[in-house]
């Protein structure tokens, strides 16, 4: 199990909106990050510090959060959007790092 | 240009000896943390652990506290992952990664990534 919960899979129509959550009680106190990974390759940072997006990463590309709950938003989703996405923060000690179990977007 | 270099794909048998490597380049080594990550085949991603390049601090996730080390050589600026004794299951990819060279330390996150070492372990 992880500290942080992700639905394992989102579905988001060519062009449309798709959100993917991130939820654990350590993003109350620790700043949360977002990665991308294709198939085959290495992750890549595409959010962190909620909603600070990496140079380089589309804007349609957008983070937020509240409490204990992050989102990763992806607008006018392309077919390069389709990929593994995965949040990750510290853990509640703060001493550890925890990755979300990953969300599967599908763009259809 | 900033990189992260790990050592190739490792094939080895149940109870051998494994140290994977990872070689930073482009930036000042002895200045971010490194962390090691796993992912078994078709699964997400685990955080293993870190080291300071600094001192040399580690901190360990519990899943893999006493089964991994992590250690450094400064002299070629290369971060290890060493393994005693494997088992079948630690068949997975490794990555290293950085905490902070981009995004500044204070948010955490991961933001320069090795190419990933495959290990394979089986009979």
């Known amino acids: 199990s992880s500290d942080l919960t992700q639905d394992p899979a989102v579905s988001v129509a060519l062009g449309q909106t798709g959100r993917i959550t991130c939820q654990g009680n350590?993003?109350?106190?620790?700043?949360v990050s977002w990665y991308q990974q294709k198939p085959g390759q290495a992750p890549v940072i595409v959010m962190y510090g909620k909603n600070k997006r990496p140079s380089g990463i589309p804007d349609r590309i957008s983070g937020s959060g509240s409490g204990n709950i992050a989102s990763l938003t992806i607008a006018g989703a392309q077919a390069e959007d389709e990929a593994d996405y995965y949040c990750?923060?510290?853990?509640?000690?703060?001493?550890?790092?925890?990755f979300g179990g990953g969300t599967k977007l599908t763009v259809l | 240009e900033v990189q992260l270099v790990q050592s190739g794909a490792e094939v080895k048998k149940p109870g051998e000896s494994l140290r994977v490597s990872c070689q930073g380049s482009?930036?000042?080594?002895?200045?971010?943390?490194i962390h090691w990550v796993r992912q078994m085949p078709g699964k997400g991603l685990e955080w293993m652990g870190r080291?300071?390049?600094?001192?040399?601090?580690?901190n360990y996730s519990p899943s893999f506290q006493g089964h991994v080390t992590i250690s450094l050589d400064m002299s070629i600026s290369t971060a290890y992952l060493q393994w005693n004794s494997l088992e079948a299951s630690d068949t997975a990819i490794y990555y290293c990664?950085?905490?902070?060279?981009?995004?500044?330390?204070?948010?955490?996150?991961?933001?320069?990534w090795g190419q990933g070492t495959m290990v394979t372990v089986s009979s």
């Open positions: 990664t950085i905490v902070g060279l981009n995004t500044g330390t204070h948010y955490d996150a991961f933001d320069i």
């Open positions: 350590s993003l109350r106190k620790y700043s």
């Open positions: 080291i300071d390049p600094r001192d040399s601090y580690t």
């Open positions: 482009g930036y000042s080594f002895t200045s971010y943390w």
């Open positions: 990750a923060s510290r853990d509640t000690s703060g001493n550890h790092w925890v």
